[in-house]
């Protein structure tokens, strides 16, 4: 029979089948056959014994992801430099943090940094975010600050 892969569990690795004939069929890791393992959406053959699909083979013309593959890249239109930068020269007043998207915490340092010890603080505060982003690799300052819409 033909069908199609609804679901895989990434910890146990079981899953559900819908069949062209409209029912639905649970697998196991051990009922797989093909080498490239479970995707989602995938087009598959396989043999059913009761609700159990068995001997499972991807179709040739099903090319989805793996199971566990790596995400796509987070497009993001934020710069980590542009970031350091302002936190560096104006982080005490948490423009970095506006400009991430990051509005409570830049309200939260603007309003720290109104008395003198707030300043110190929020400083140090900026300091630590400026050395943070310039450490954090591109792909996870893109994950982290992604646009929220």
């Known amino acids: 029979m033909r069908g199609q892969v609804l679901g ?8 559900q089948i819908s069949g062209e004939d409209g029912h639905r069929y649970t697998f196991r890791p051990d009922d797989w056959s093909d080498a490239r393992g479970p995707a989602v959406g995938a087009r598959i053959d396989f043999a059913i014994e009761g609700t159990r699909a068995l001997r499972i083979f991807r179709l040739p013309d099903s090319d989805m992801a793996s199971v566990g593959a790596a995400p796509p890249p987070v497009a993001n239109d934020r710069n980590k430099i542009v970031a350091a930068l302002l936190a560096f020269f104006l982080g005490t007043l948490g423009i970095h943090r506006f400009y991430l998207g990051r509005n409570g915490t830049g309200v939260l340092m603007l309003v720290i940094s109104a008395t003198i010890i707030g300043l110190l603080v929020t400083g140090i505060w900026a300091f630590i975010d400026a050395i943070r982003y310039l450490l954090m690799s591109d792909a996870e300052f893109a994950h982290r600050y992604a646009r929220r819409y």
């Open 8 to 15: 895989v569990d990434r910890t146990s690795g079981e899953g």
